[in-house]
């Protein structure tokens, strides 16, 4: 997200969105993680992770089925 020459903003982007993040990522800034789900008014969690959140499977699961109830609540 955000990285220059690709500024643009991801087309496509559901109502109901969520932004995961890894307050230790080096390959994509936190800044934009916020920056993304802020402009989105998506729901933001930021673990105390790397870029590829390895260490939080269990929590990365808890939030997948959190996100998923909520869309099956907004579709019912």
């Known amino acids: 997200l955000y990285f220059p020459g690709w500024d643009e903003e991801p087309q496509g982007i559901p109502a109901l969105c969520s932004v995961v993040h890894g307050w230790n990522d080096d390959v994509v800034p936190v800044e934009r993680g916020i920056r993304f789900a802020q402009k989105h008014r998506a729901a933001l969690h930021l673990l105390n992770s790397d870029h590829g959140l390895n260490d939080q499977l269990s929590t990365l699961a808890l939030?997948?089925?959190d996100l998923l109830q909520r869309t099956?609540?907004?579709t019912s």
Do not use: K, M
Request: glycine content about 16%; hydrophobic content about 50%.
């Open 63 to 65: 939030l997948f089925g």
């Open 72 to 74: 099956q609540a907004e």
